[in-house]
């Protein structure tokens, strides 16, 4: 059986909130179909485009602003490039003029609930994350694709085999099992994330890979100081009130600063007081998923409602053990990313599929495997990291209220990347020892919780807190 080869820039991918399953997996899927318009005929020769949300898009979709998503791909914006600021101004736009700019080249009719539908009792078998496109020629031909955005915003169109963002090609180091690293690891001395870096190699050189990577840290750094500095209410109706900027106030006690590098300053002027690096672990995980929840721009790590977990515990180790070297960065990163590619395979990243336990349960378990690959951990403690933060999240559910990536979402960050942190402090502390429990043993536990767990608790809005909590949200 072929490997399926992962690279780290599929696990972390730059793009806009609030969430990878139900934002950008749509977003990314409403591109392809124009890019499948396109082949088969002329832009200019569209009468009409007709989106189906089912499953799982459809049931929690306006919280997750997958019509926004939808919106934005058809009309040829990319969500890496697309400047965030516009997004609700070029929606209102279509919405109002009923009129969308099919590819941002032909203007086609657009009416929401029309044009665009959100089938509520409706799901397809293979994935509760699905969306069909429907496009009519104005000389009487159709045709209609369906995509599943499968979770971290790959997306699989129906009938291929693999998804669309993973890449066949041959690796070096073939991996799909956390056992497969430790035989590369023995057979060739190397750490995991010298492992990975040869296996990145395939794909692109080594140079490209270094700056693709401290690009995507890059970002993340510009979201954190933007979340920490931004106050206000977070949109779609709950009035979730911004935590991350008065905690920030709060903690710097009268510190100023005048950008990133002086912030960070600031922080370390504090000490290494134990409460105190807590309550900025948490800061830094508030702040990036405030922004992810206000369509901000953030790194799907390995999703989108958990994309604070790692910049959290990646910032601890920068800010608070002495981690601000790009090569120790670039090994946290590497590293992170291969856990995260391994429960892709073996199990799935995909709340809709497994419950929070594969979002927030997998983003613990990178960034805990990644911290202690770059504090200088064996790759046998790299991994049983891995496994004790994610053994203590199985079974945790997906139930966010209104459909909204906001309570406990935000929340959950923050104590994701407190557990990685643990882990990691266990593990260093530990002689592995995987006859009792290894990672790939918790993978598969993973999955088997996945299959058990009811579908209320998997993104659907119908179980947990989101039934529990009366609320009543403005209409989309």
Request: glycine share 10%.
């Amino acid at each position: 059986m072929p490997h399926e080869a992962i690279s780290v820039f599929d696990i972390f991918k730059i793009g806009v909130g609030p969430s990878s399953s139900h934002t950008l997996g749509p977003w990314r899927a409403a591109q392809a179909f124009v890019e499948e318009i396109q082949a088969a005929q002329s832009l200019t020769e569209v009468e009409s485009v007709t989106v189906l949300l089912y499953g799982s898009l459809a049931k929690t979709g306006k919280g997750h602003g997958t019509d926004i998503a939808i919106l934005l791909g058809l009309s040829g914006d990319d969500p890496v490039t697309f400047d965030t600021s516009l997004i609700n101004s070029k929606v209102k736009s279509i919405q109002q003029n009923q009129v969308l700019s099919l590819g941002g080249q032909v203007s086609i009719p657009f009416t929401q609930g029309v044009h665009l539908q959100f089938l509520m009792n409706e799901s397809l078998p293979y994935h509760p994350n699905a969306v069909t496109f429907l496009v009519n020629f104005k000389n009487g031909e159709n045709f209609a694709s369906t995509y599943y955005s499968v979770g971290g915003g790959f997306i699989q169109k129906e009938g291929q085999l693999s998804t669309a963002h993973t890449q066949k090609i041959d690796l070096p180091f073939p991996i799909d099992h956390a056992d497969d690293i430790l035989h590369w690891c023995r057979k060739t001395g190397l750490s995991i994330h010298e492992v990975v870096m040869e296996n990145e190699l395939a794909w692109r050189d080594e140079k490209t890979t270094k700056e693709g990577l401290m690009n995507i840290y890059r970002v993340m750094k510009e979201c954190i100081l933007r979340g920490a500095t931004t106050q206000g209410v977070l949109p779609g109706g709950l009035n979730v009130k911004r935590r991350a900027a008065d905690l920030s106030k709060k903690l710097l006690a009268g510190k100023t600063y005048t950008d990133y590098d002086s912030w960070i300053a600031a922080i370390q002027e504090g000490g290494t007081n134990f409460k105190y690096i807590l309550d900025w672990v948490s800061c830094f995980a508030l702040a990036v998923n405030e922004e992810n929840a206000s369509f901000g721009r953030v790194v799907t790590a390995p999703t989108n409602g958990a994309a604070g977990v790692i910049p959290a515990v990646l910032h601890y180790f920068v800010v608070f053990c002495d981690g601000n070297r790009e090569d120790k960065i670039l090994q946290f990163m590497l590293t992170a990313a291969e856990v995260g590619s391994i429960f892709k395979k073996g199990a799935t990243i995909s709340a809709a599929m497994g419950g929070c336990q594969a979002e927030i349960g997998v983003s613990s378990a990178m960034a805990a495997a990644g911290l202690t690959e770059a504090l200088g951990g064996s790759q046998r403690q790299a991994l049983m990291a891995a496994e004790i933060a994610m053994e203590h999240h199985l079974g945790l559910t997906c139930d966010p209220i209104g459909g909204l990536v906001q309570v406990p979402c935000i929340e959950r960050n923050t104590m994701g990347a407190i557990k990685a942190i643990t882990a990691s402090q266990l593990a260093l502390q530990s002689t592995p020892d995987f006859a009792k429990v290894s990672l790939d043993t918790v993978v598969k536990t993973m999955w088997d919780t996945a299959v058990d767990m009811s579908f209320k608790y998997k993104e659907t809005a119908e179980g947990g807190l989101a039934v529990h909590i009366p609320i009543s949200l403005p209409e989309c």
